[in-house]
């Protein structure tokens, strides 16, 4: 077969999610990016996906927040834009291949279609791993999500006491997962589910360390 830009073996995202009860504490002192995205592809665990970020910009996640109302009032300070595909997560491991693409044709097919997310993006190094921390506005307001990525599998994995319950393999806290259907419609049924159950830890990523 003949290689193309699409060809390589690091098109794979290694990570662990969580889902955070609320915004920690560390993010106070911290500046976001903002994330507009747009799922065009959102099935069976395949995803198609146009993004935009934007910093220096810190944007108030409520459920009121429009991401295209947002995107428009932010077009001339979009300075990164990729295209990415996205196949099925197994494990803490899904294929990823993303690539950068022209700022101004990226905002023009969010803005023009697909299935919108908006966030804030906080990064923080926690210990010995980078942590991205997702605030999320519009439909999935109020949701928090951490997650820790690494060049190869996330185990033996020090999980600071912000993260509530993990979420790596499920589905429905996917970006893609969101944009088909947003937090706002099965909040609570995931609580009762947080209630009864109590948090799960996965047991197959080495051993968990809770800081």
């Known amino acids: 077969m003949t290689s193309g830009p699409w060809d390589s073996m690091t098109d794979f995202e290694f990570e662990r999610r969580f889902y955070c009860a609320q915004p920690p504490a560390e ?3 911290e500046s976001p990016t903002l994330i507009v995205q747009s799922y065009y592809v959102h099935q069976d665990n395949y995803a198609l996906r146009v993004r935009v970020q934007v910093h220096d910009v810190d944007v108030d996640m409520t459920r009121a927040t429009d991401a295209r109302s947002v ?8 300075s990164e834009a990729f295209v990415t595909v996205k196949g099925p997560a197994v494990g803490g ?16 097919l969010i803005l023009r279609g697909g299935s919108v997310i908006i966030k ?3 990064s923080l190094w926690m210990g010995e791993d980078g942590w991205s921390v997702d605030v999320f506005g519009g439909d999935n307001h109020p949701l928090v999500v951490a997650e820790a990525e690494r060049s190869g599998p996330v185990t033996n994995l020090a999980i600071p006491a912000f993260c ?3 979420i790596t393999d499920q589905r429905r806290f996917s970006n893609d997962g969101l944009a088909s259907r947003p937090f706002d419609q099965w909040r609570d049924e995931f609580i009762r589910e ?3 159950q109590g948090p799960h830890f ?6 968990n360390r809770r800081v």
């Open 164 to 166: 509530v319950s993990e």
């Open 202 to 207: 996965e047991q197959v990523f080495g051993r």
């Open 194 to 196: 947080l209630d009864d």
């Open 71 to 78: 995107l428009r009032s932010l077009t001339d300070r979009v």
């Open 27 to 29: 993010l106070a002192d």
């Open 93 to 108: 491991t899904r294929y990823e291949a993303e690539r950068e693409i022209d700022q101004h044709v990226a905002t023009e």
């Open 120 to 122: 804030n993006r906080f």
